[in-house]
């Protein structure tokens, strides 16, 4: 396989959804290249996972994207990116690009008094992917983290606006709130989609950082570097792959990808294990 | 295999922790019984997925009960129960029991003014379980259903007095108060956790149903009809298997079975799928 044909897609996979809002900004930002998302739905979600358990599954998920001659892979999921990045770079050849450093980067250029805060999943903010990241680029950094899990339900089901999501976001952020942070890194790919209300209850003086937008520069970086940009003009072409097809599935698709989510196939978890 | 052995456990499985519910009720109603559970926590939760995938991961999740030799299963959650239940029969000789007949039977011994409402996950509500069930048993019921997915992550986050689960509660439950039903089935295993808060919100006169108290009465009576009760006087034992164990498990499991959870063992998924 030739994996350095600019022309092939760039790879995107997720334990489920969530990773649609990097497609989102990867499209954005770079709308010639074609991209295959798989969104590992039917063994959703990650963060409540052990890490093992979520190595093996996000090298079940790379091995299908490979298949589909990707010309590098973005783990839009911030629980994979820490508990897998290492094991995936590892594994495969290609570019294999997390959601933890860019993130990380980003936020360490917008803080101003040296105080960010970091939220996700259990997983994430177990593993301290984001504290050890921030504290190997700038050992003086002050980071605190913590887990929201309640906020992908919640995204999931739509309550964007809702008093309740406000309540709980209270109640998750308040101490981040009180320990005077000026930078918050969303980091669950889920957390774009409340982040009006997120910004609410931070009030405006805290810059949000999306680890997904973070990561669609790194993308073009690596795209550049390597020589591998899809030199085309035309609107690349994006492919949707899901390992399970639930009734709800596309209406929230589409609230996160931002548009109407086309071609959606579903493959069979057998396929993905690889037996 | 004898599976009629008198002192061989009860198998019960679920997709999660929510299960252990159940296991409280049974072994509050059957102290004597030995029970081995199954929660494919690796795998959590099945209310998200297609039929298709949570009828081929009930039946993983049966045989791998059978090899412990249980002498019946207990469905003891209520999405396989609706998606997976006649196929667990197909396949299996022992007795297998779900949470919907149980819940709905009930139910209608409770109802004054027929009018039953049911909260579940998508899933459960999707595949109008318990509405297709009621009215089999009484033709002139009248059934309201609703899917309340927050109730989940509430009920593990343990946001049980909290006024964003009222709030929530409320979003969920305004139409099936509004349309005057006198009993509501609890149609998922997570939600006897949440029933302060779901009588709060419905009003005291209504009766709520725990599935898994229903079938526990019906465990009893299958146990009693064909002679294979453990006639011991000791307490029964119980042990705990898990596909996954992540973090914050045991604190969950504790709340939800009412006491500390002993001898959970984690097994490979591997091993359950049977490769």
Redesign the interface.
């Known amino acids: 396989m030739n994996f350095m044909n600019r022309t092939n897609p760039i790879g995107v996979f997720d334990s489920g959804i969530g990773g649609l809002t990097v497609v989102k900004q990867v499209a954005s930002f770079l709308p010639s290249e074609n991209i295959v998302y798989f969104g590992d739905?039917?063994?959703?979600p990650y963060g409540?996972?052990?890490n093992a358990?979520v190595i093996?599954y996000s090298i079940q998920d790379a091995k299908f994207l490979l298949k589909k001659n990707v010309k590098m892979i973005v783990v839009a999921c911030n629980t994979a990116s820490s508990a897998a990045l290492n094991e995936l770079k590892e594994n495969f050849e290609i570019p294999v690009i997390g959601m933890i450093e860019p993130g990380a980067r980003t936020a360490l250029t917008k803080t101003k008094n040296g105080k960010i805060g970091v939220i996700g999943t259990?997983?994430t903010i177990?593993n301290k992917a984001y504290s050890k990241e921030l504290k190997r680029l700038d050992k003086k950094i002050n980071v605190y983290e913590k887990a929201c899990?309640?906020f992908?339900?919640?995204a999931?089901?739509g309550?964007i606006d809702?008093?309740?999501?406000e309540?709980?976001a209270k109640?998750y952020l308040g101490e981040l709130k009180e320990l005077g942070i000026d930078t918050l890194i969303l980091g669950c790919t889920h957390y774009p989609i409340l982040s009006k209300v997120i910004q609410k209850v931070m009030g405006q003086k805290v810059t949000l950082i999306d680890s997904g937008t973070a990561a669609s520069g790194i993308v073009e970086e690596y795209l550049r570097a390597r020589d591998i940009k899809n030199p085309s003009n035309i609107q690349g072409e994006h492919k949707f792959y899901v390992s399970?097809?639930?009734?709800?599935f596309k209406e929230v698709a589409d609230r996160f990808l931002g548009k109407p989510v086309k071609h959606i196939q579903k493959i069979d978890?057998e396929e993905l294990?690889g037996?």
């Open positions: 739905t039917a063994r959703v409540s996972k052990s358990t093996e259990y997983a177990n899990p309640l992908v339900p919640l999931e089901e309550l809702h008093k309740a999501t309540l709980i109640e399970d097809l639930p009734a709800k978890l294990i037996h």
